[in-house]
T-cell receptor, first 113, second 118 residues
Framework: GNSVTQMEGPVTLSEEAFLTINCTYT??????LFWYVQYPGEGLQLLLK?????DKGSNKGFEATYRKETTSFHLEKGSVQVSDSAVYFC????????????FGTGTSLTVIP | DGGITQSPKYLFRKEGQNVTLSCEQN?????MYWYRQDPGQGLRLIYY???????QKGDIAEGYSVSREKKESFPLTVTSAQKNPTAFYLC?????????????????FGAGSRLTVL
């Protein structure tokens, strides 16, 4: 089946620290991969995406590379800010059948000054 | 600006009552979805619809019902049969499979509706 496994939180970092949130997936075929961010009390916003192997998605200093050989899509940022405090969700979309999206359980990040 | 509007943002319900959550989009998306989010958990799919007048059950459809009479609207009714309805409900939409480049097919979310059963 299709599933996404991401690093359990919560994660607490000091401002300007390096961030990695691990995400691995199980899927048949060639899924598209996404990272979404959710700020307190809000819906999810698309942070970045990658649609094929070796693609790198990037936005607001965040990056993630689609690694088919390790079925991973880890989220990284070189220097986090307090404003990056949120919950981060890794997700995949099956390419061939329908429009079903599969989400990880989310990783809560708190950045302290 | 195009987007998804969910209402109400907060809703309180007494046990035994049905409530309906509204979701409207002006993105011209064919597919619409309802997810439930509980504290510390991921998103669980309740129902989705890929076209008007058609919808499919997701992973946790019991105790919920939907309709899709218009492309823009996908209301969710939480019925009295739902045993534990207190949660944060998220509506989302996307273009249908086959429309546009595959990279364009992302989920766009509304701001959510928080339902509390008293």
């Amino acid at each position: 089946g299709n599933s996404v496994t991401q690093m359990e939180g919560p994660v607490t970092l000091s401002e300007e620290a390096f961030l990695t949130i691990n995400c691995t997936y199980t899927a048949t075929g060639y899924p598209s991969l996404f990272w979404y961010v959710q700020y307190p009390g809000e819906g999810l916003q698309l942070l970045l995406k990658a649609t094929k192997a070796d693609d790198k998605g990037s936005n607001k200093g965040f990056e993630a590379t689609y690694r088919k050989e390790t079925t991973s899509f880890h989220l990284e940022k070189g220097s986090v800010q307090v404003s990056d405090s949120a919950v981060y969700f890794c997700a995949l979309r099956k390419g061939e059948t329908g429009n079903q999206f599969y989400f990880g359980t989310g990783t809560s990040l708190t950045v302290i000054p | 600006d195009g987007g998804i509007t969910q209402s109400p943002k907060y809703l309180f319900r007494k046990e035994g009552q049905n409530v309906t959550l509204s979701c409207e989009q002006n993105l011209n998306h064919d597919a619409m979805y309802w997810y439930r989010q509980d504290p510390g958990q991921g998103l669980r799919l309740i129902y989705y619809s890929q076209i008007v007048n058609d919808f499919q059950k997701g992973d946790i459809a019991e105790g919920y019902s939907v309709s899709r009479e218009k492309k823009e609207s996908f209301p969710l009714t939480v019925t009295s049969a739902q045993k534990n309805p207190t949660a944060f409900y998220l509506c989302a939409s996307s273009i249908a499979r086959g429309q546009g480049a595959s990279g364009a097919n992302v989920l766009t979310f509304g701001a959510g509706s928080r339902l509390t059963v008293l």
